[in-house]
């Protein structure tokens, strides 16, 4: 009750400074009312919601992906009422990844959970999540192992900051109230964060084992009642505004894993001129819709690498608003080449929203690779070495001239053209 009233009495002052003003016909620089204190006085205008913050280019509410590297990448953070589409590596060993950190993202923040998948029961998936970090402490040893490592000089106290020796340290689970998070992959998440949480799961073979028409059993089917599913709790617990929720606003996160594949029921992987491609279209066509509505956001894993129509894939990349690619090094000639001994792949910025238009946006960045370590999961740019021996194989030379020329304007002059310059 004390923040309305010292709202509406600062803007009381401000009409009677401005008022004082006019009269003596002197212009004076005034903060208005509803911009300060909302239409009603009472409320901002732009949601306090924890574990979200503003748009700085367009004031578009958006949360963290779990990966403050990808965060940046995509302008900050992902928006709410967007689609993140993720097309998965040909092992699925690193998609699985960034669909983990999103979720957990979501516990360590608050929000709500909403998890489908086909063949992994969702319970399951939460108890694999990664712990996050505790303090910034943490957050600055953790790919260096400095408690494997430690001498006995870094028990010594600092000489020169000494002032700071005094300030209480910093104990406990992290602070919902930061934006982004860092994650130990290699730790499970704590089981009171879990107990804590609010998620709902959909498995689906337990929703389609009390249907025993086998017709029914197709990818429509398993499409619309997903559809009906995330329908559900959106309104019901007042996602969409309709019902007002009981203590304050919240964000429902939802993740969506192997969607299209044949676990789904869905023949876009089997065969290229499939019957039922347009099954997939629809789904994501009427869950944008319920996105856009909604203050929810969602992230989906698609297996692309096995559809053969690329057709079907466009449209789904069309239909989606973030695309992001992962490219594995692992089973390819990349591999074994001494150029990408750092790297574990390549991940593609192939789409970014441009929300209330209608293209979508394209990243500047085109040279960009990851690394999966015990811990950590980093996303750098790509750095090619140089080739200043005469001594490298003439096989070596060809792919660093046809990786710079794949990679972009952003590794050096040779991106331009198909000749290897030797300096």
Not at 81 to 98: A, C, M, Q, R
Not at 278 to 296: D, E, I, W
Request: aromatic share 6%.
């Amino acid at each position: 009750m004390a923040a309305p009233a010292t709202c509406a009495s600062g803007a009381s002052s401000t009409r009677s400074v401005a008022a004082a003003a006019g009269k003596g016909s002197v212009t004076s620089f005034q903060r208005k009312g509803p911009k300060a204190c909302g239409i009603d006085g009472s409320s901002p205008r732009l949601l306090s919601i924890t574990g979200t913050r503003p748009s700085v280019r367009n004031g578009q509410l958006l949360v963290s992906t779990g990966l403050p590297a990808l965060d940046q990448l995509l302008g900050g953070g992902l928006a709410v009422g967007t689609v993140l589409l993720i097309e998965e590596d040909k092992h699925n060993i690193y998609s699985p990844l960034l669909f983990k950190y999103f979720l957990a993202e979501g516990i360590v923040s608050g929000h709500t959970l909403l998890i489908a998948s086909a063949n992994e029961n969702p319970a399951e998936i939460l108890k694999g999540l990664p712990a996050p970090l505790l303090d910034e402490k943490d957050k600055k040893e953790f790919d260096e192992d400095v408690c494997n490592h430690k001498t006995p000089e870094a028990n010594t106290p600092m000489k020169i900051a000494w002032r700071y020796q005094l300030l209480p340290k910093q104990v406990g689970p992290v602070s919902s109230s930061r934006f982004g998070h860092y994650y130990d992959a290699s730790k499970k998440i704590p089981q009171k964060l879990l107990e804590d949480s609010k998620w709902h799961g959909f498995f689906l073979p337990e929703k389609l084992s009390s249907t025993l028409n086998p017709e029914s059993c197709s990818s429509t089917h398993g499409y619309m009642k997903l559809l009906q599913f995330i329908k559900n709790i959106i309104y019901e617990e007042g996602f969409d505004g309709s019902n007002p929720q009981k203590k304050q606003k919240n964000i429902l996160r939802i993740g969506i894993q192997n969607l299209g594949s044949p676990l789904w029921g869905d023949d876009i992987c089997c065969r290229e001129n499939c019957d039922k491609s347009h099954n997939l279209t629809k789904f994501l066509y009427v869950l944008r819709g319920l996105l856009r509505t909604s203050l929810s956001a969602c992230i989906i894993t698609v297996p692309t690498y096995l559809t053969m129509n690329k057709a079907v894939i466009a449209r789904v990349t069309n239909l989606s608003d973030t695309v992001i690619g992962l490219e594995s090094f692992i089973g390819s000639e990349r591999e074994t080449n001494p150029l990408y001994k750092d790297y574990h792949g390549l991940i593609h910025i192939r789409q970014i929203p441009r929300l209330n238009n209608l293209t979508c946006d394209e990243s500047a960045v085109k040279d960009l690779a990851f690394k999966s370590k015990r811990k950590l999961f980093t996303i750098e740019r790509l750095h090619l070495p140089p080739d200043l021996s005469d001594t490298v194989s003439r096989s070596s030379k060809q792919d660093l001239a046809e990786s710079a020329k794949l990679l972009g304007p952003g590794c050096g002059p040779m991106a331009g053209g198909k000749k290897h310059l030797d300096f």
